[in-house]
């Protein structure tokens, strides 16, 4: 598998608990009739209402082996080898009132012969708006021209203090633009230098993010439907202003159930979860397939000798139910249920280490729903959990909520939303985006009109973006499916998916919601052909 960009990354979570923007590649259709390398040079630019271009620059790029510089706190990238030349056009905006500036980079390959036609807006992560360089460089391999906006809040994902103003007030135009408004000002842009540099339109136009950059593509799809036919959304991380706060639960549970587990004992339970759970698909593999059917209950754990870094720890009916309370997710004074919590088999120790909340919650309630930097989140108790839950919804849903479940002029307009989430997601609830999915079901009358237009699969055994112990869907793969769909009318039943471990291959088709796969019973369960979907 392509080593990926690490994303929501932050210094107390490891690499393997990352957040990771993608751009994909497919087979590229040559584009007819043009063969004449254009000249790599700035070009006319047409912006939205109420943007006003400020700048454009032009800068070619020779192709070939292109490598990339370390960008700590992020995971280096390898090289990328046979890149056609491309060139860069950056356009930077402005929203008059806003006091903003905001660049566009679009790369574009610089002989239309390698052009497939096609257009690819590529995602952000964390608070990142959009990356410049890796995705925009994988699309041109891809043969697509690819775009990426920086929102105007710089190329920091870990650094979320854009959104407070020198008097302390939320800077609503920056926020605005990483919720929605720079996405569409990407779009118009994007495609509208593609037009200009090719002397041609793009026959189609795609959406590509995961976390950060698969709630662009649900915003996107929600707010501005006829701006990409084709919408790839990989965990997204939609119901915003829930998700960033209710994320620090793990700490309001700790504080008042005076426990402070280490990673190893939260690793034993996890451990022992798998264990009961993992054959009720009919194969034990070491993977939960469908984690909402798993009912094992962490005081089974109560007395347990766990060794961890040579001592011994028995697990306490506090910390035993602590486990239980964080997987169940927050709730109220009155037990009302207000989000959800890690599935079963995810890892915990990204959301719930003791004294160090996850890092995307801390900075949101710090710059946004307290603008108070010096608020300490880790000190939390139910009581200022719900406060803060409360504030955030209350202040943020209708800017950067992005849980609209009214599809309905994307789906009139023909857009098609492919959409992945892994079942051992360790930073953001798998149950969320399940959560959207049945909201959208509801609206629009039942699962089968919605699947018309947008489909879902809950892959199992997948971390955040990627990764974990269960077959991965490849990026290629997925994008090529929605291209399939949006193209051809070949709507996806299933993502093809597969893992190599120790000089084995496992496939298996990942069903699409609310369908699973589950072993016929005959033939090796490494093999995806010996298993079908059935209704959850």
């Known amino acids: 598998m392509k080593r990926r960009l690490i994303v929501l990354l932050a210094a107390a979570v490891p690499a393997a608990a990352a957040l990771v923007p993608m751009a994909a590649n497919a087979t590229a259709a040559h584009t007819p009739g043009l063969s004449t390398a254009t000249a790599c040079a700035s070009v006319p630019v047409s912006a939205p209402s109420g943007t006003v271009v400020e700048k454009v620059t032009a800068v070619a790029n020779p192709g070939g082996r292109v490598t990339f510089p370390p960008a700590p706190p992020l995971l280096d990238y390898p090289p990328i080898d046979d890149v056609p030349a491309w060139c860069d056009i950056t356009v930077t905006v402005t929203h008059p009132g806003a006091n903003d500036h905001v660049n566009i980079k679009v790369s574009l390959p610089q002989n239309p012969q390698d052009w497939n036609g096609r257009f690819q807006g590529t995602g952000g992560s964390a608070y990142l708006a959009g990356e410049f360089l890796h995705p925009l460089v994988l699309a041109v391999k891809g043969g697509y021209v690819g775009a990426a906006t920086d929102a105007g809040v710089g190329q920091n994902p870990l650094d979320a203090s854009w959104g407070r103003t020198a008097d302390g ?20 842009v994007g495609k509208d230098v593609t037009r200009n ?14 976390s950060t950059g698969g709630r662009q593509g649900y915003a996107e799809a929600q707010d501005h439907p006829t701006d990409f036919q084709g919408i790839l959304a990989k965990a997204p991380a939609v119901n915003w202003d829930r998700f960033a706060v209710a994320t620090l639960w793990s700490q309001a549970v700790f504080n008042e159930e005076n426990v402070q587990p280490s990673k190893c004992e939260l690793d034993a339970f996890t451990t022992a979860a798998v264990k009961a759970c993992d054959g009720l698909d009919g194969v ?8 909402r059917d798993c009912h094992w209950d962490a005081r089974r754990m109560i007395g347990t000798t766990v060794v961890c870094d040579g ?32 599935n079963k088999g995810a890892s915990l120790d990204p959301l719930a280490t003791p004294g160090a909340p996850f890092f995307v919650a801390n900075a949101w309630v710090q710059n946004f729903v307290t603008r108070d930097p010096s608020f300490d989140t880790s000190k939390i108790t139910y009581a200022s959990f719900e406060r803060l839950l409360r504030s955030s919804q209350r202040q943020f849903n209708d800017v950067i909520g992005t849980d609209d479940p009214d599809l309905s002029r994307f789906a009139r307009a023909g857009g098609k939303l492919l959409s992945w989430h892994g079942q051992t997601d360790e930073l953001i609830p798998t149950l969320g985006t399940v959560d959207y999915r049945e909201q959208v079901n509801r609206t629009f009358g039942g699962n089968k009109r919605v699947d018309d237009f947008y489909r ?48 084995k291959t496992v ?26 979907c059935v209704q959850a």
């Open 169 to 188: 007030t939320v800077n609503t135009p920056l926020l605005q633009n990483f919720a929605s408004r720079s996405l569409h000002d990407m779009a118009v």
């Open 197 to 210: 540099f090719y002397h041609r339109s793009a026959s189609y136009a795609y959406w590509n993010g995961c």
């Open 284 to 291: 034990t593999n070491g993977i939960i397939d469908n984690p």
């Open 311 to 342: 001592k011994k720890f028995t697990i306490s009916r506090a910390t035993a139910n602590a486990v239980n309370k964080i997987w169940a997710g927050p709730v109220s004074s009155t037990g009302e249920k207000l989000w959800y919590g890690p």
């Open 456 to 503: 879902l699969f809950l892959l199992p055994g997948v971390n955040h973006c990627g990764g974990g112990t269960g077959p991965q869907v490849s990026d290629d793969d997925a994008l090529a499916a929605l291209v399939n769909w949006v193209e051809k009318g070949n709507a996806p039943a299933t993502l093809p998916a597969s893992t190599s471990t120790n000089g």
């Open 507 to 532: 496939t298996r088709d990942v069903c699409r919601y609310p369908m699973v796969a589950r072993y016929t019973g005959h033939g090796d369960p490494a093999q995806a052909a010996n298993f079908h």
